[in-house]
């Protein structure tokens, strides 16, 4: 099992969403910033560290809004989501295709990756964290 973290991260009411790059596994689709815990990292440290190599910002990470197992034909991902901020920075495509801030009445117009189904649900029920 592959632990993997990511971030969700608002601005007022709208949240973050990057797309993947078409090159890599499940390319284009839409997720949350975010990536593998290398060993030896926390999740907290793990997150910091991808939102600076795919963003260049630095978050803070604040509690866990959910989390969920998914399996993949490739991989099976245990994806822990975390609320954050970002502290610093200017988000930049480091590494996506696109970055987005939309609103929770838009998740519908964009194609996600699987394991963030039950996310987006939980995020349509209870509205902004």
Same mark, same amino acid.
């Given at each position: 099992?592959? /632990?993997?973290?990511?971030?969700? *991260?608002?601005?007022?009411?709208?949240?973050?969403?990057?797309?993947?790059?078409?090159? @890599?596994?499940?390319?284009?689709?839409?997720?949350?910033?975010?990536?593998?815990?290398?060993?030896?990292?926390?999740? /907290?440290?793990?997150?910091?560290?991808?939102?600076?190599?795919?963003?260049?910002?630095?978050?803070?990470?604040?509690?866990?809004?959910?989390?969920?197992?998914?399996?993949?034909?490739?991989?099976?991902?245990?994806?822990?989501?975390?609320?954050?901020? *970002?502290?610093?920075?200017?988000?930049? @495509?480091?590494?996506? /295709?696109?970055?987005?801030?939309?609103?929770?009445?838009? *998740?519908?117009?964009?194609?996600?990756?699987?394991?963030?189904?039950?996310?987006?649900?939980?995020? @349509?029920?209870?509205? @902004?964290?």
């Amino acid at each position: 099992m592959t /632990e993997v973290v990511a971030a969700l *991260i608002w601005d007022k009411d709208r949240f973050m969403i990057c797309q993947r790059p078409a090159n @890599k596994a499940r390319g284009l689709l839409w997720e949350f910033v975010g990536g593998k815990v290398e060993p030896g990292e926390t999740m /907290e440290q793990a997150l910091v560290r991808e939102c600076q190599e795919e963003l260049a910002v630095t978050v803070g990470v604040k509690d866990v809004f959910m989390d969920v197992v998914h399996e993949y034909p490739d991989l099976t991902v245990h994806l822990t989501l975390f609320n954050a901020f *970002i502290r610093e920075g200017t988000p930049q @495509k480091l590494e996506h /295709e696109d970055i987005r801030w939309i609103k929770i009445e838009e *998740i519908d117009q964009y194609p996600f990756c699987p394991a963030d189904v039950e996310i987006l649900k939980k995020l @349509k029920q209870t509205g @902004k964290s």
